[in-house]
């Protein structure tokens, strides 16, 4: 009974010890952040570094209106249907590929190469090559099509490899007693293994999304003549940089949080209804 | 009334950039909506152009688009991001808002063609800055990629030694470039490029992060300095170029350089945030840093400043109607509207008689003629920008153009320039 | 049918991640009932992704392939096969002459590559020094499934700002004039303003880390959620000492987890170019910043060459992580 408690004790104590790193560790990736947070609410005459010029929500009005460089909203909406669109391909292409990697087949491991050089070509020259092929079939690029191309590309890779991580291990004894008791390849997919996999589904996922959205290299010259959300950004550079661009980080970063929440409240509810 | 109904592929594709409109005013988009008329009424035809933050604004092409009643889109892009667009998707736009220092890149590659000055109408009155390398009879010509080495052209295309009827680009905006400081951190007052290596400012000195004009920079120092003599700083030899970045990395193992800064928006910060002391520095940068409540000086270094020019190129796959309403655009450009809005900005436009008829006296005053503001001044975008009484650094227009020590340049010796300033960075 | 790896002795099953309800009997016995399906050809799941790789990805790297054999001119290339421009990449000028003060030095452009690579190591490590103890505790101390993505996704959320915004507030954060100076000025810790926290490696190793350490927690996580517990706590019933049951159960299961993460890290590492401009304020250059500079101004066979140096490094770093661990074995 002793040894018991005793052991209790020391598990709350590391957990203790865990959760205070884990804060830490938070305020450690939202460091620059910080500053972000309350130089969006720089004064109308101030810019994007220390010290406030007063105290003003200007810059988050500016947010709503037309930008004087470049299309602040309308980059900012086709980056995020880019980002999603990328995200449902990224999540689709790595489930099936990780499933077709559970065994051995001919040419996996050129085809585990090819899938990681997409992790390695330097953006810039990725975007020249497809340029130049596109230029001489007569294909004009655009973020859509060009550019979802090469986002795909690029974040197939992490889905795939979380996928890999997923299925490195996994007991398919559930799956083999489905299959004995005559269920078929796609019902057992979809009873039995998707359920398990489907964090990991997500996971992979997000990856493409956060990847898609944040992407700037492999896009300069195939977004065609509309700016996703990074170029319009990398323009808005060569004059001053206003506070703007930090209510915009403010606004992505709280509106991030809400998404969590629902999140957590919607997977609870669900969970329970389950039940 | 029109049923909001689901977007298709080709609206969300143009009218995306549409929806700022709604977001702004919702009411009247929601108006036009109801009676199914655009905002705007565009003329038939559709100009694509690209370029950086500096001329491609959203004022700007706007209303170009209201004046020549064609629809004139923007596209800003960052630096390597417009020159790769330029070179290789000329049909991806019909006007190209480039440099003359990128033209030893873009008349061979042929990616633009050659503008008749016939068809422009203002061109009698475009400065002899671009035509003849002088602004004035007694200007000195400038080293490097001065406009004038680059404007003229045959009708095919290719270079012509003196003045033709075929220019590769229609002279734009331009400005001369130096170093700005702040006068409470250096204590004294700058007037040679030689303070940029002076050992008082030791970790408070940025250059810009680019070696075509780093170098050109670092070497108006050096040479203002008398530690090196140059032939030609706009084409420097391998022994001028070697000897130069190894002083450069002598002084960078010194501690010497705080950063090298990449975008307008960075040296500002840096001054702002009084990381730096002196920097090299463009001119509406020290405007924005004064701008934000940091006193910030534009030097005028006797040894002269670094020009550069830009200015409206045409597609070479540009035809017919389309054709029209670039040039139509060009001339836009050459009409003062544009030239007094850049104006405000700091820069300065080729035909500056058109600008004057859309600048205030004020304004013309300050901006152009270096005197003392006669009262508040503000941007094209309506901040206050220049006090009551404050006078432009560097003087006036002419005062600035006439000693041009250096242009912007692209040197034979590029690729070698890039491969030893990439040994200096990592020095 | 699908063939699949050898069903494990063990029947019982073991939720993936926490505690995850199994399919409840009756879910089996309907599975009995549906009627069979097709089987499902390997070849059909990557035939999507496959076409799409070969579209977007081998064609223009043949391109790529391609002009780094063509000759520079200005403003673009001409078609040719020559070898000159790998031999800039590799050689000095004066490389064959005894004379020369470059006699048998190699380029540039080695070094550089060689300097990326040394740095990506070192912030590797750091990274996983960081990220270890974090996916740690969201697979095992946190024990409900919802709590360890939530946890999981606060992590993540500065990735949804542009790196290009993050990058402008490092300034205001590090800067001489900045918060991080200002805090540690009011507790007394220094007592004038240090520019040692950006523009320097040690700000740069940070950021750097800051940057791209949940890219290896997550696989980390996912390796580490699917231990069963009950091996954990059978162990430890048998006598075993936490210290132990780390190191004979968990850190041996989670490897292919963290090769995993080192393979996204010394990847994204290696083709670094922003932050080295934007934190270190350019005071190094890396291949990535090498591939832009000449990028920028047109020579693209160089550009190629030097891309294709980069990806032979990072494709032999990838090669070795899995050699050391092979994540494939245990499909």
């Not at chain 2, 054709?323 to 450009?333: G, M, S």
């Not at chain 3, 290896?216 to 006598?239: H, T, V």
């Not at chain 3, 910043?289 to 490094?313: G, S």
Request: charged share 15%; glycine share 8%; net charge positive.
């Amino acid at each position: 009974m002793a040894r018991w408690t005793r052991r209790r004790t020391k598990a709350l104590a590391v957990k203790t010890g865990f959760s205070v790193y884990y804060v830490l560790f938070i305020i450690f990736i939202f460091g620059p952040m910080i500053a972000m947070f309350a130089l969006s609410f720089q004064g109308r005459r101030g810019g994007t570094s220390f010290p406030m010029r007063g105290f003003s929500t200007y810059w988050w009005e500016k947010l709503l209106e037309p930008s004087s460089i470049g299309d602040l909203q309308g980059a900012l909406a086709r980056s995020l249907i880019l980002a999603l669109v990328v995200m449902v391909i990224t999540a689709l292409f790595s489930t099936m590929l990780a499933m077709a990697f559970r065994r051995k087949f001919r040419g996996s491991n050129l085809l585990f190469y090819t899938i990681m050089l997409g992790l390695m070509v330097p953006g810039v020259l990725l975007s020249l090559g497809l340029a130049t092929l596109m230029r001489q079939i007569g294909i004009p690029p655009a973020w859509w099509s060009s550019g979802l191309g090469v986002h795909v590309v690029w974040t197939l890779p992490f889905g795939f490899l979380v996928m890999m991580a997923v299925f490195n291990r996994f007991d398919s004894s559930l799956e083999e007693a489905a299959r004995d008791m005559g269920a078929g390849e796609w019902t057992v997919f979809r009873e039995i293994t998707l359920p398990l996999i489907l964090p990991g589904i997500v996971a992979a996922g997000l990856f493409g999304f956060t990847l898609s959205y944040d992407e700037f290299a492999r896009t300069t010259l195939l977004s065609g003549e509309y700016n996703t959300l990074p170029l319009d950004i990398n323009a808005s550079m060569t004059q001053r940089i206003r506070p703007t661009l930090f209510a915009l980080g403010t606004a992505s970063t709280i509106f991030s949080f809400c998404l969590i929440g629902l999140f957590i409240v919607v997977y609870t509810i669900l969970y329970r209804r389950s039940r | 009334m029109t049923m909001p109904r689901k977007p298709t592929l080709h609206e969300m594709k143009t009218g995306l950039s549409r929806r700022r409109f709604v977001l702004t005013t919702a009411g009247a988009a929601a108006a036009g909506t109801m009676t199914g008329a655009p905002a705007i009424v565009y003329g038939a035809e559709s100009i694509r152009t690209i370029g950086l933050g500096v001329s491609i604004i959203n004022e700007i092409q706007s209303k170009a688009s209201k004046d020549t009643g064609d629809r004139i889109r923007g596209q800003a892009l960052g630096y390597g991001a417009m020159i790769g667009k330029m070179l290789n998707q000329n049909d991806q736009y019909e006007v190209a808002e480039g440099y003359f220092n990128d033209m030893d890149l873009m008349i061979p590659a042929k990616v633009w063609q050659p503008i008749d000055t016939k068809r422009i109408k203002n061109w009698d009155k475009v400065s002899n800055l671009t035509k003849t390398g002088r602004l004035t009879a007694g200007s000195s010509l400038g080293q490097g990629d001065a406009p004038f080495r680059h404007l003229w052209l045959n009708k095919d295309g290719s270079r012509a030694s003196g003045p033709t009827q075929y220019i590769s680009m229609l002279p734009g905006w331009h400005n001369a470039d130096s170093i700005g400081y702040n006068p409470e951190e250096t204590g004294r007052k700058i007037e040679s490029w030689a303070e940029l290596f002076s050992p008082d400012f030791k970790g408070k000195v940025a250059l810009v992060n680019a070696p075509q004009i780093g170098t050109m920079d670092a070497a108006m120092a050096v040479e203002a300095m008398g530690l090196m003599k140059f032939g030609n700083k706009g084409d420097m030899t391998r022994a001028e170029i070697d000897q130069l970045v190894n002083f450069l990395i002598k002084k960078k193992k010194e501690g010497h350089f705080r950063a090298f800064w990449e975008t307008f928006g960075q040296s500002v910060n840096l001054m702002v945030s009084g990381e730096v002391a002196i920097q090299s520095m463009w001119s509406p940068a020290v405007t924005a840093v004064k701008a934000e409540g940091v006193p910030c000086i534009y030097a005028a270094p006797k040894e002269g400043m670094r020009g550069w020019h830009g200015g409206c190129a045409i597609s070479a796959k540009v035809t017919g109607k389309q054709l029209d309403a670039a040039y139509e655009y060009l001339n836009w450009w050459l009409d003062g509207w544009a030239g007094a809005f850049v104006a405000r900005q700091g820069y300065y436009m080729s035909v500056w008689s058109n600008v004057k008829d859309h600048l205030s006296q004020e304004e013309w005053d300050f901006w152009y003629l270096g005197k003392p503001a006669a009262k508040e001044l503000s941007d094209p975008f309506g901040t206050p920008i220049v006090k009551k009484g404050e006078v432009r650094d560097g003087g006036s227009y002419e005062a600035r153009f006439k000693n041009i020590a250096v242009w912007n340049s692209l040197m034979k010796e590029n690729d070698y320039l890039v491969k030893r300033w990439t040994e200096f960075l990592s020095a | 049918m699908l063939q699949t790896a050898p069903p494990h002795a063990k029947r019982h099953h073991s939720g993936l991640i926490g505690d995850q309800p199994a399919p409840p009997a009756q879910d089996i016995a309907r599975l009995k009932k549906s009627k069979r399906d097709q089987a499902i050809h390997p070849g059909w799941l990557v035939a999507p992704a496959s076409l799409w790789l070969i579209v977007f990805l081998v064609v223009p790297l043949i391109g790529i392939v391609v002009f780094s054999f063509w000759t520079p001119i200005r403003g673009g290339m001409t078609p040719d096969f020559t070898l000159i421009n790998f031999g800039n990449f590799f050689r000095q000028e004066g490389f064959f002459d005894p004379e020369h003060r470059n006699f048998l030095k190699l380029g540039i452009f080695v070094t550089t590559l060689w300097t990326t690579f040394r740095f990506t190591i070192t912030v590797m490590a750091v990274c996983l020094i960081i990220g270890y103890p974090i996916a740690f505790f969201l697979a095992m101390q946190v024990k409900n499934f919802k709590w360890q993505l939530a946890l999981f996704l606060v992590a993540m959320v500065p990735f949804w700002t542009s790196y290009l915004i993050r990058a402008v507030a490092w300034l205001p954060m590090l800067g001489r004039r900045g918060l991080f100076n200002k805090m540690l000025m009011n507790l007394g810790v220094i007592d004038k303003p240090s520019s040692f926290f950006l523009y320097s490696e040690f700000g740069y190793t940070m950021a750097l880390a800051q940057l791209y350490v949940v890219l290896c927690i997550g696989p980390i996580f996912f390796s580490l959620a699917k231990i069963d517990k009950d091996i954990l706590e059978a162990a430890r019933d048998m006598g075993a000492s936490s210290y132990q049951v780390f190191r004979e159960i968990i850190l041996p299961l989670s490897l292919p987890g963290v090769a995993i993460g080192m393979i996204f890290l010394f990847v994204m590492l290696m083709g670094e170019f922003a932050t080295a401009v934007v934190v270190y304020g350019g005071k190094t250059s890396t291949t990535g910043t090498v591939i832009l500079n000449y990028y920028a101004t047109a020579n693209y066979p160089f550009a190629a060459v030097n891309a294709i140096m980069l990806m032979l490094a990072m494709m032999i770093g990838v090669f070795f992580i899995l050699r050391v661990v092979d994540i494939r074995k245990e499909l």
